[in-house]
């Protein structure tokens, strides 16, 4: 691993690095927080457009994290530096918009292995560099990557003991940002776009999956909630299989990172008592 910077923050350090990924093919960047003495180790994926610098830099979250002792891996959002014709053509789809997921159709799945990447390689690897592999593991994120939290959290079941969203894509398969990805990276037979979804894959669940609850915060504000964001479904589907869910909705609130800094200690704080007790 390359360190591009650290920085000293609330007795902690925040740190920038650079490595070479076997799952993606290509160099990949992330952001982590090591606060003075970790306890549990919180994964935060970011949304469209994003890098592993917009919740580092945007989201204030170190010094709570400091407090409660929560290191923070912040990873980018794609790969980048692959060069495919029209990666870049579009704000919704390519560069920075990987939706978490391995694509399946050429010549997306080559590179774009982001949940093979996150779970394979960078998790594991970071545990081992940082003496961070036995703490209690939980994930988080904001718009696309509160989907990738959602849904990754449900396919991996155990892999996390807590999770949280901002705004996420709840549905996919039933909104354009969702179809527009899911056509692109995983090809035209919807069935396959199943378990990529949050909503689908919590209605299929046998038991709760979460019984200590999941966080969701919401602007009413926000301009992408009635077609691409959708929470209205999420929430049936955890109602309908027992999960406890705390869909908090605000008034005023947007899309944004203003949104995020204003709820994001709660989100920390949930992850503590469901990580730590």
């Not at 495919?84 to 579009?90: F, L, V």
């Amino acid at each position: 691993m390359e360190l591009l910077s650290q920085h000293a923050a609330f007795g902690g350090s925040q740190r920038f690095y650079r490595h070479d990924s076997r799952e993606i093919g290509l160099p990949m960047r992330f952001a982590l927080f090591l606060p003075p003495r970790p306890r549990a180790l919180l994964v935060y994926l970011a949304g469209l457009t994003c890098s592993e610098e917009t919740f580092t830099m945007k989201a204030g979250a170190q010094q709570m994290a400091a407090e409660l002792g929560l290191a923070l891996l912040m990873p980018d959002t794609s790969p980048r530096g692959a060069n495919i014709p029209g990666e870049a053509e579009s704000w919704d789809f390519g560069l920075a918009a990987s939706f978490y997921l391995d694509a399946t159709e050429p010549p997306w799945n080559r590179h774009w292995r982001m949940e093979s990447y996150l779970l394979e390689e960078l998790l594991p690897r970071v545990g081992a560099e940082f003496g961070l592999a036995a703490l209690p593991l939980g994930l988080f994120g904001h718009s696309m990557g509160g989907h990738g939290a959602l849904t990754l959290a449900l396919r991996h079941p155990g892999r996390f003991g807590s999770v949280s969203a901002f705004a996420p894509v709840c549905a996919p398969t039933q909104c354009p940002w969702g179809r527009k990805a899911f056509a692109g990276y995983l090809g035209a037979d919807e069935r396959a776009w199943a378990a990529h979804d949050a909503s689908l894959l919590m209605r299929v669940q046998p038991r709760p999956p979460y019984p200590g609850g999941i966080l969701i915060d919401q602007g009413l504000a926000d301009k992408f909630l009635a077609e691409q964001l959708r929470p209205e479904l999420f929430e049936a589907a955890c109602a309908a299989v027992g999960q406890p869910l705390t869909l908090r909705r605000h008034e005023g609130y947007d899309h944004g990172y203003y949104f995020v800094a204003s709820f994001v200690d709660d989100h920390l704080q949930h992850h503590a008592h469901q990580l730590l007790g």
